[in-house]
C-alpha cells in the first residue's frame, strides 16, 4: 500500500509539474537515458545496423567479432557465458531498454538467447555501472535498446537466411508511426539440426538441435509536448538438446520461456525532466535429464520493478538526478522452493560540465534489503578535450554483484550469510579522433574481494561461500575508421583486449581468461554492391585452477567473408552470401566442445 501511494504521489508531481512549462520533444526518443547522459568519463561501443546485419542472429557473434569481450560457448547455439574484462558471467550485467534482465537463478544472460535484429541500438560500455545499473555491472554492461522515432513512417521488412547444417533465420519487422505515435513489432525464428562434422574426424555433432522465438511489440505515443508514453514488451521461448561429448551420454535439453514488459511516462516540465517506469519480468526453465521421457526439474523467477527516475536542470551546464526504486523478486523451483526478496534503493548523480573541454561527474547508491548486507556504491568521473581530436577520460567506482536465488535458497546448501561480492575499479582512457579515425586506448585496475565459489562441505553437499579475492588489469583498443569517396566507402574497425585476472592467493590466471583477443573488420561498398571480411583471435585460456598446460584450450584465429547486392532504387531487395570460418579452424573455446569448421548462409531482404 505504501509503494502504491508513493507511486501516485509522483504521478500527481508530475502532472502538476507538466502545468508550466512547454519543451520540444527530440525526435528520437531513447529508452536508455543514463547510458546517453552519465558516461563521458567511461568508453561506450555502438554498434550500427550494418555490423548487426553482418553476423549472425545471436548476441554472441556480434560481440564476439566485434568488442573486447570474450565468450564461453559449449559448442554452437548452445549456452553462452561472457568474460569482461577478466570477471565470470555474472558479473555482466545486460540490459534490456534500461532493465537489467540477468537471471535471478543464474545471475547471468546467455548470449545465445537474445537476438540482435530485434533490436534498433546495441552498445557496450566498459567498466563498472552498479550505481546506475545494480548488480553484476562489474566487468561492463551490454544494452538492448528500442528508440523511438516520431515522424511519418511505415516500413516493413522481412528476413530469410539459410544456411549449412539445416540452419534457418527468418524475422519480420514492422515500423510505423507518425508525429505523435511510433510502433515497433517483430517476429524471429531461428532454427537448426546444428549437426555439423567436427573438423579433422569422422564425428558429428550429435543431440545439438535447437530453435528459438521472440516476439517483440513497442509503442510510444506522444500525448503532448511534455508527455510521451512508452510500452516495452517481449516474449521469448527456446528448446536446445545439449550436444554430446561423448556417444554413450544420455541426451538431455533445456527449455527457457522469458517476457518483459515495461511501461515508461516521462514528463518534460521546465527544469524538471522525470520517467516514472513500472516492469514485469518473468523467467522460467525447464531441464530434461533424460529426453526420452516427460520428466522434467525446473526454476521460475518472477520481477516486479517500480522505478521513479527525475533528473533537475540546475544551469545549463549542471544536472542533477535522483533515482528511486523498488524490486520484488519471487522465485519457486527445485533445490530452492519458494523464497522472496525485496530491494530498494537510492541513486544520487551529478554530472557538471564546467566548461567546453572538461566534465566532471559523481555518483553514488544504497540499498535497503534483508536478503544480504548492502554496501555503499560510487562512481566518480571526468573528461578533459586537450584539443579537437585527443580527448583523456578517467573513471573510478565501486561495484557489487549480489547472490542470487541459487546461491541464497538451493536446498542443501543455500547460505542466507553471503556478502555481495564487491569491486574497486578505475580506469584511465585516451580518444583519437581526426578526418574519419576514433582510437581509444583505456587502461583499467580492478579489484575484487568476496568472489563467491561453491565449496564441498563436510556434510556431503556443496554450498556457495565468499572467498576469493581477484585482481584484474589491462587494456583495451578500439578502431573505427571510415573513407567516403564518391559512390565508395572503406571501413576499418578493430578492438584489442589485454588482461590478466588472476587469484591473489595463489597469483594464477582465473580460467577460461585470455591474455589476448583480437578483431577485426574490413567492408567495402560501392553503389549496391557491399562486401566484408572479419576475423577472431582469441588467445590460449586455462581450464584448470592450477594453470596446468596440459589442459589449456588452444589459441585460434576465426575468419568470415561475406557479401550483399541490393536490387532497386532504395534497396528494396538485398541479397547476400556469406562463408564462416573461411579456413576451416579446426577451434573450441571449452573443452571438448568443437565448433562448426567452414559453412554457408544465403540471406534474403526484402523491404516494403
Do not use: C
Not at 521513479?308 to 545549463?316: A, L
Not at 581530436?389 to 536465488?405: A, C, D, E, Q
Amino acid at each position: 500500500m505504501k509503494l502504491k501511494l508513493l507511486f501516485a504521489f509522483l504521478f500527481l508531481g508530475q502532472s502538476l509539474f507538466a502545468q508550466n512549462d512547454t519543451i520540444k520533444l527530440n525526435e528520437v526518443v531513447v529508452s536508455d537515458v543514463q547510458l546517453r547522459d552519465n558516461t563521458v568519463s567511461q568508453t561506450v561501443l555502438q554498434l550500427n545496423d550494418s555490423i548487426i546485419h553482418q553476423n549472425q542472429p545471436a548476441l554472441t557473434s556480434l560481440l564476439n567479432y566485434n568488442s573486447v569481450i570474450y565468450f564461453k560457448e559449449n559448442g554452437y547455439g548452445m549456452v553462452s557465458s561472457a568474460s569482461f574484462r577478466g570477471t565470470t558471467a555474472q558479473q555482466t550485467a545486460v540490459l534490456w531498454n534500461g532493465i537489467n534482465i540477468n537471471s535471478q537463478l543464474l545471475g547471468q544472460t546467455d548470449f545465445n538467447t537474445v537476438t540482435t535484429r530485434d533490436f534498433n541500438s546495441i552498445s557496450v560500455k566498459s567498466g563498472g555501472g552498479s550505481v546506475i545499473y545494480g548488480s553484476g555491472a562489474i566487468g561492463g554492461t551490454v544494452h538492448l535498446n528500442n528508440e523511438f522515432q516520431f515522424k511519418d513512417q511505415f516500413r516493413n521488412e522481412l528476413y530469410l537466411g539459410y544456411g549449412s547444417f539445416n540452419t534457418i533465420n527468418t524475422q519480420y519487422r514492422l515500423n510505423a508511426g507518425s508525429e505523435k505515435w511510433n510502433t515497433q513489432i517483430s517476429f524471429s525464428r531461428n532454427s537448426s539440426d546444428n549437426d555439423y562434422p567436427f573438423v579433422g574426424t569422422d564425428e558429428k555433432n550429435t543431440n545439438g538441435q535447437y530453435f528459438n522465438t521472440t516476439v517483440n511489440a513497442n509503442i510510444g505515443y506522444k500525448i503532448n509536448a511534455k508527455n510521451v508514453l512508452k510500452l516495452y514488451s517481449q516474449f521469448y521461448e527456446d528448446e536446445r538438446h545439449f550436444a554430446l561429448t561423448s556417444a554413450n551420454a544420455i541426451k538431455t535439453k533445456y527449455r527457457n520461456y522469458n517476457t518483459r514488459n515495461l511501461l515508461v511516462w516521462t514528463n518534460y516540465s521546465g527544469a524538471f525532466t522525470s520517467n516514472v517506469k513500472a516492469a514485469i519480468l518473468k523467467e522460467r526453465y525447464q531441464y530434461y535429464d533424460n529426453i526420452e521421457n516427460d520428466n522434467f526439474s525446473f526454476g521460475e523467477v518472477k520481477t516486479f520493478i517500480g522505478k521513479y527516475d527525475v533528473v533537475y536542470s540546475i544551469s545549463k551546464n549542471m544536472k542533477l538526478n535522483a533515482i528511486f526504486d523498488y524490486t520484488i523478486n519471487e522465485g519457486e523451483g527445485e533445490g530452492i522452493g519458494e523464497a522472496t526478496r525485496k530491494i530498494g534503493s537510492g541513486v544520487l548523480l551529478f554530472k557538471h560540465q564546467v566548461s567546453d573541454s572538461f566534465t566532471y561527474e559523481i555518483s553514488g547508491r544504497k540499498e535497503i534489503t534483508d536478503a544480504y548486507q548492502s554496501p555503499f556504491l560510487f562512481s566518480a568521473g571526468a573528461t578533459y578535450a586537450v584539443t579537437k581530436w585527443y580527448k583523456l577520460k578517467l573513471n573510478g567506482s565501486h561495484n557489487f554483484r549480489i547472490p542470487t536465488f541459487n546461491d541464497l535458497y538451493w536446498k542443501p546448501g543455500g547460505n542466507l550469510n553471503l556478502r555481495p561480492e564487491s569491486a574497486y575499479q578505475a580506469d584511465f582512457g585516451q580518444e583519437f579522433t581526426f578526418n574519419g579515425l576514433k582510437l581509444t586506448a583505456t587502461a583499467y585496475y580492478m579489484k575484487i574481494k568476496d568472489m563467491l565459489r561453491w565449496l564441498p562441505t563436510s556434510e556431503g553437499y556443496w554450498a556457495p561461500v565468499n572467498t576469493d579475492k581477484v585482481q584484474s588489469y589491462g587494456a583495451e583498443v578500439l578502431l573505427d575508421y571510415t573513407k567516403k569517396m564518391g559512390a565508395h566507402e572503406l571501413g576499418l574497425k578493430g578492438t584489442y583486449a589485454y588482461t590478466v585476472s588472476e587469484d591473489e592467493t595463489t597469483r594464477k590466471q582465473l580460467i577460461y581468461v585470455p591474455y589476448h583477443k583480437l578483431t577485426g573488420a574490413v567492408s567495402y561498398s560501392y553503389k549496391n554492391m557491399a562486401a566484408y571480411y572479419q576475423t577472431l583471435y582469441n588467445g590460449e585460456v586455462f581450464t584448470l585452477s592450477d594453470n596446468d598446460p596440459k589442459y589449456m584450450v588452444k589459441d585460434y584465429l576465426v575468419s568470415n567473408f561475406g557479401i550483399d547486392y541490393s536490387i532497386g532504387k532504395k534497396s528494396q531487395y538485398r541479397l547476400g552470401a556469406q562463408v564462416r570460418n573461411l579456413t576451416n579452424e579446426k577451434y573450441e573455446s571449452v573443452v571438448s566442445r568443437l565448433m562448426p569448421g567452414r559453412n554457408y548462409n544465403i540471406t534474403l531482404t526484402l523491404i516494403f
